[in-house]
């Protein structure tokens, strides 16, 4: 299947893929709310991967809940990205793989090292998680300089491919 990335998406999937580093959102079983940095890997249909162990709450909260929501900033440029989506277990072995392989690289480009947090915790075997985005919301507030409204800052695409 080819993917093409609508006009509106370009420049959110470039971010995306120029950063390393976002804070994911989840809900526990209670309706509470739990967010953890983590490193992820853009894939060419914008969905993301990212490595979490089997027993984190990350992992336990999207067991029971599969919605989430990724969150990439950057702070030179006043540029937030937010992904709202639904998360899949990746089950393949090979593909689990070349996540850990992409989530080694993100660690390196972004501090220097090959051993992400995630694998520094004693929390059971490595799991793989795909978030396939149903929204991806994009602003640069330094690109505005007069005040504006939240929805007149934000650009929302919702993509093509879902």
């Not at 959102?25 to 853009?42: K, R, S």
């Amino acid at each position: 299947m080819t993917v093409v990335i609508q006009p509106g998406e370009r420049e959110a999937y470039a971010f995306l893929k120029a950063h390393k580093v976002g804070v994911l959102a989840t809900v526990d079983p209670n309706g509470e709310p739990h967010a953890a940095a983590i490193y992820y890997a853009v894939d060419r249909d914008s969905s993301l991967t990212f490595l979490t162990k089997a027993q984190t709450k990350k992992a336990d909260n999207l067991e029971h809940n599969h919605h989430a929501m990724l969150v990439v900033y950057e702070a030179a440029t006043q540029t937030t990205v937010q992904v709202t989506g639904l998360v899949d277990k990746v089950t393949d072995g090979s593909e689990l793989n070349d996540i850990f392989t992409q989530i080694i690289y993100a660690s390196l480009d972004a501090s220097n090292t090959d051993v992400p947090p995630i694998a520094k915790l004693n929390l059971g075997e490595y799991v793989a998680y795909r978030i396939k985005p149903v929204q991806v919301r994009m602003a640069s507030f330094k690109q505005h300089e007069e005040q504006g409204n939240y929805d007149s800052i934000f650009k929302t695409v919702v993509p093509e491919h879902q």
